[in-house]
């Protein structure tokens, strides 16, 4: 920790209970001061604490801003008559089977202008914000052609330059395979290869590539192709993984050292083991395993056995999660996958953060980091967890202001 004696900082929140969510845990009492938008000082409060502008907490907590770390927040129209027909006892395979699923929401997104796209994914990610959130990660994949996913791309790129907020983005071209293509999954991963890869990267449209490694999805050997395009391009990867079945993609994710491997319902001891080798973080989508009404749990014990570092997101999309709640997703961890409140929270925040590859900017509160922050009233951490549907944010801090 700083020394608190003579600093002068542009803001000092004071009288603070902080869940730094680093290795300094928890500071009854604490102040934050920040210089240019990053924090410059977590410690005790104390009175030579000096700012141009002071903000007394009166005991309140702080955490850091809230990351989702897995989202399709950008795409169009919405599938609530699919979960009529789910309700009837379609299943999800069923449907994208029949040239529903991904596709219907396809048709939707290729033929929405990039400002309808923009007013849409809006009105979500406002909720997403009144929730705390500081950072979010935004996945195309509704486009499959390349021209329009660049469009959902630079959607994305759009909702961070008119909202307080960090957007990552990700290309998720090999998400399913567009009608023009059919029979001929390998001639779409080389229109991926070979044009959607390195035109999002030439643009600077996409921090990183994704894929749906699945029976419904592609092979491991077709996201294998894509993940070497990505390195080629100088592009992370993560995957959609062991999500509806077991293709080793996890383990795939892991060999191409991949920040995530997400979902991960029927993940294996082999595919932990790889992951837990290469740093992977395993994203938990509790949102679409309520959705879905899938049974089968991830294997959270053996992961948390196995060191791999756990992170939460919503994966709001339009056909298996269709959720604007990042505390509603906490919930969820705890109360469908058993995950502990300090997981849940850590899942949001420092390993959101790992997940992204950006564990030196955000994630926890420490000197040098951005000045992101979520003020709260609660009495305790764990009534972020605990409640269904509230919203106790107080205020909310994107670098600094
Ligand atoms: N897994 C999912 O849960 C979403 N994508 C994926 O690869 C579902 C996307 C959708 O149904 O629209
Ligand atoms: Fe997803």
Not at 64 to 82: F, K, Q, Y
Not at 330 to 349: H, Y
Not at 369 to 392: F, H, Q, T
Request: charged content about 20%; some cysteine.
């Amino acid at each position: 920790m700083t020394s608190p004696a003579n600093l002068m900082f542009d803001r000092l929140w004071r009288n603070a209970r902080i869940a730094t969510m680093s290795a300094d845990g928890v500071i009854e009492t604490g102040a934050i001061g920040a210089r240019a938008g990053r924090i410059a000082y977590v410690g005790a409060d104390d009175p030579a604490l000096d700012a141009a502008e002071i903000v007394d907490c009166a005991g309140r907590w702080i955490t850091p801003g809230l990351i989702d770390c897995h989202t399709h927040l950008v795409h169009g129209g919405n599938r609530a008559h699919e979960f009529e027909l789910r309700l009837t006892g379609a299943s999800y395979e069923e449907i994208a089977r029949a040239g529903g699923g991904i596709v219907s929401t396809m048709k939707a997104t290729r033929a929405a202008e990039e400002d309808a796209l923009l007013a849409s994914a809006r009105i979500r990610l406002d909720r997403l914000i009144a929730e705390g959130l500081t950072t979010i990660e935004i996945k195309s994949g509704y486009g499959l052609s390349t021209e329009s996913e660049l469009k959902m791309l630079r959607v994305a790129r759009r909702l961070g330059q008119e909202r307080g907020v960090r957007v990552v983005t990700t290309l998720l071209g090999a998400h399913a395979l567009p009608p023009e293509f059919a029979g001929d999954a390998d001639g779409y991963i080389d229109l991926i290869c070979r044009e959607m890869i390195p035109a999002a990267a030439a643009e600077g449209l996409a921090d990183a590539v994704d894929g749906f490694c699945e029976g419904i999805g592609f092979s491991p050997a077709q996201i294998a192709r894509v993940f070497a395009a990505a390195r080629a391009n100088g592009l992370a990867v993560k995957l959609h993984a062991e999500q509806l079945s077991n293709l080793g993609g996890a383990a795939l994710a892991a060999r191409h050292d991949a920040l995530s491997a997400d979902h991960l319902e029927y993940l294996d001891a082999d595919g932990i083991a790889a992951m837990a080798r290469s740093g992977t973080v395993a994203t938990l989508l509790p949102g679409a395993y309520y959705f879905t009404r899938e049974h089968q749990l991830p294997p959270v014990a053996a992961l948390r056995a196995a060191g791999v570092p756990i992170a939460i997101a919503t994966d709001c999309n339009p056909g298996t999660s269709p959720l604007t709640s990042i505390l509603l997703a906490m919930n969820m961890g705890a109360t469908l996958f058993r995950l502990t409140v300090d997981e849940c929270l850590a899942g949001v925040t420092r390993e959101a953060a790992r997940a992204l590859g950006l564990s030196s900017e955000i994630g926890t509160l420490e000197p040098g980091k951005s000045c992101d922050l979520a003020i709260w009233d609660v009495e305790r951490p764990a009534e972020l967890v605990y409640r269904m549907g509230a919203n106790p944010l107080h205020a909310r801090v994107w670098k600094g202001l």
